[in-house]
């Protein structure tokens, strides 16, 4: 069945590996990746998949309600899977206010546009950290869905916000949603902040590991692509109202990360430097996924020696050796700039572009990567990026098809004075109309009428 699949935050680590499985698994689904592209979202990462026709990137802030509004309006989307979120636990704790906007309030204009256009699910990607954390001395102790929202950070805060946000909005509104709760992820293009491909990059490079205190906290590690079919499994096959932990049974303390990683590269130790401990640091994390194995039929296939072979080939491939680099450089920084123009690059047409207002608009919209086709009765004013034509606009039998189909109708071709010359421009005005429904019925997507009717009273 064809649907549209709205992804969040998909340029970033997990949603662009689910963007992936999507269109890999489901061809038939339409995807849009909203994502604003962060510092941690380098988006090369999705040069792939913007050549599939069934693939659409706009770079929008989910905290942009109007904006957000615009893409429903427009994609209509049957599903939407929020991914986007600030989350790295360190940065929470020096900044916590872009947390609690980006992960609080953006789940909340995600849900908001959800009621006002319908959709068939919202699905909330969490986290393992909203429980809080377990005691090293306990290793019989597992995190359930229903265990109780103990959180240490303002990042696991703003997560299990967001998290009872959206059981208030299935409560109140009975809004159909679903929310999964996982464990530490790993694989291919993780940003080098993060554990494991920080002590890659440090280790390739014989730069120093910092590790937390002793290194004894204790994580649960999920290979990526498990992570991701778990919650096609969960969209697909959960119940709504509910929530589904999914987890990966790969228990290791961080110092033994390290030094797994190490030994891979055949790396020598020494270069381990324990520093200050995290403050609230947690302790363990070990999720049991029991309800999603037995509900949904998912459960974990990349046991940890086998995945961290995997993550490590990868970051030492010349994919992953460019990629790292490009992140820790920050060239990837122009490619956004470079992707979002050419991405959303539109025709438009300017009529009266030899004004002086033509001219200055057509030069704005050249600058912001456009393609700008220009008419007037004279062009010998206007920037010669754009395609300039010389002629009467009411002239031309078919505008639409001769100014070579253009997405935008930018209209200035109004006479100044109108209160001056009002006979010749009353004269001009069914010319004017004609035109602009010509552009209309032949497929121009949008018309921007600007100029002085108002002055004879039509405004």
């Known amino acids: 069945m064809r649907k549209t699949i709205l992804v969040t935050g998909g340029t ?13 698994e489901r061809p038939e689904y339409k995807v849009i990746n909203v994502d604003v592209c962060t510092y941690a979202a380098n988006p090369a990462t999705i040069e792939e998949e913007l050549k599939n026709e069934n693939y659409k990137f706009y770079k929008t802030d989910i905290i942009d309600r109007e904006s957000v509004e615009k893409i429903f309006e427009t994609e209509k989307p049957d599903v939407v899977v929020n991914f986007a979120a600030e989350s790295h636990v360190d940065r929470s704790i020096t900044n916590p206010q872009i947390f609690l906007e980006t992960n609080i309030l953006g789940t909340a204009v995600l849900m908001d546009a959800c009621r006002k256009y319908g959709i068939e699910r919202y699905h909330q990607v969490s986290t393992d950290e909203v429980y809080g954390d377990l005691p090293l001395d306990r290793p019989d102790l597992f995190f359930h869905e229903d265990t109780p929202l103990h959180t240490s950070s303002p990042y696991s805060t703003s997560k299990a916000s967001a998290d009872l946000l959206v059981l208030a909005y299935h409560r109140t509104y009975g809004l159909p949603v679903t929310i999964s709760r996982c464990s530490n992820n790993y694989g291919p293009y993780q940003f080098p902040e993060k554990l494991i491909p920080l002590m890659i990059h440090n280790a390739t490079h014989d730069k120093l590991l910092p590790v937390y205190g002793e290194g004894v906290n204790v994580r649960d590690w999920l290979y990526v692509n498990d992570h991701c079919y778990g919650i096609l499994a969960v969209i697909e096959k959960g119940r709504v109202g509910e929530v589904y932990n999914l987890g990966g049974h790969n228990e290791k303390t961080n110092i033994e990360i390290v030094k797994i990683i190490l030994d891979k590269l055949r790396k020598p130790e020494s270069p381990i430097t324990h520093v200050g ?8 994390y070990a999720i049991d996924p029991a309800k999603a194995m037995a509900e949904l039929g998912w459960e974990p296939t990349t046991m940890f020696k086998d995945g961290i072979v995997l993550t490590i080939d990868w970051y030492l491939s010349e994919e992953g050796k460019k990629w790292t680099e490009e992140c820790t450089s920050g060239e990837y920084l122009n490619w956004i700039e470079k992707t979002t123009r050419r991405e959303f690059k539109m025709r438009i047409l300017i009529t009266g572009a030899n004004g002086y ?21 004279a062009v010998d004013h206007v920037d010669d990026r754009a395609t300039r034509i010389v002629g009467n606009i009411f002239e031309i039998e078919n505008p639409y098809e001769y100014f070579g189909k253009p997405d935008v109708l930018l209209h200035l071709a ?42 004879i009273g039509f405004f």
């Open 12 to 24: 970033g680590f997990i949603g662009n590996c689910f963007c992936k499985l999507l269109l890999a």
């Open 414 to 455: 109004w006479r100044d004075g109108f209160v001056h010359y009002s006979n010749a421009h009353i004269d001009d005005l069914p010319n004017h109309f004609t035109f602009i429904k010509k552009m209309a019925e032949e497929g121009v997507k949008q018309i921007a009428v600007m100029g002085s009717m108002h002055e």
């Open 277 to 284: 401990d995290r403050h609230g640091h947690d302790q363990r």
């Open 357 to 377: 207002l033509g001219q200055g608009v057509v030069n704005a919209i050249l600058d912001n990567g456009h393609e700008v086709v220009a008419t007037d009765f």
